[in-house]
């Protein structure tokens, strides 16, 4: 009888772990504002984020004590440096019925952007994004991770981004899709 009733149980643990779906509804890319940067030139990484209709995503800046601020974590490298912190481009802004502070997000698609100084050659920049959706219509709210990777070289066009979700590959003269 034990043995039916563990069956029973993991069985039904099962089912609603297969049933169970990770919500993702904001899609990041990134790539130089420049192509070809030069040693001691700055440029911005330009991060994109594509959220489906219904969601919004929150911006690097607001009031805190409400949702979760976008946040960019650099791997330290010595092939750049940064330059300030990341800036989010247009966000819309208002204030929070729920929070009762006064927030930034983006719809549809946003923009945030992360001066660079190019210290060599070689500049491989790494790290990870930390944000938080939601959505308008369901009211459900979803944490936003990932890692993002850009390796480029100076006078060269070749540069690679890759998201550890997304796995894309892009030139520092087109912008990811």
Same mark, same amino acid.
């Given at each position: 009888m034990k043995k039916l009733?563990?069956?029973f149980l993991a069985i039904l643990t099962l089912s609603f772990a297969a049933?169970?779906?990770k919500v993702n509804? /904001?899609?990041?890319s990134w790539a130089l504002s420049k192509p070809n940067p030069a040693v001691g030139e700055t440029v911005d990484i330009?991060? /994109?984020l594509k959220s489906e209709k219904g969601w919004h995503h929150f911006a690097t800046d607001f009031d805190e004590g409400g949702p979760i601020i976008t946040t960019l974590k650099f791997k330290p490298n010595d092939s750049y440096e940064l330059v300030g912190k990341p800036k989010s481009i247009n966000p819309i802004k208002k204030k929070d019925e729920v929070f009762e502070v006064n927030v930034a997000y983006f719809e549809g698609k946003g923009e945030i952007r992360q001066t660079i100084k190019v210290l060599k050659d070689n500049i491989s920049i790494?790290? /990870?994004?930390d944000g938080q959706a939601c959505s308008d219509i369901t009211q459900q709210c979803?944490?936003?991770?990932?890692?993002?990777?850009? #390796?480029?070289?100076t006078g060269t066009a070749a &540069?690679?981004? /890759? #998201? &550890?979700?997304v796995k894309k590959k892009a030139t520092t003269s087109q912008k990811s899709q």
């Open positions: 009733i563990f069956c049933n169970a779906q509804p /904001t899609k990041w330009v991060f /994109t790494e790290g /990870t994004h979803v944490p936003i991770k990932g890692a993002f990777k850009l #390796d480029a070289k &540069a690679t981004t /890759t #998201d &550890a979700t």
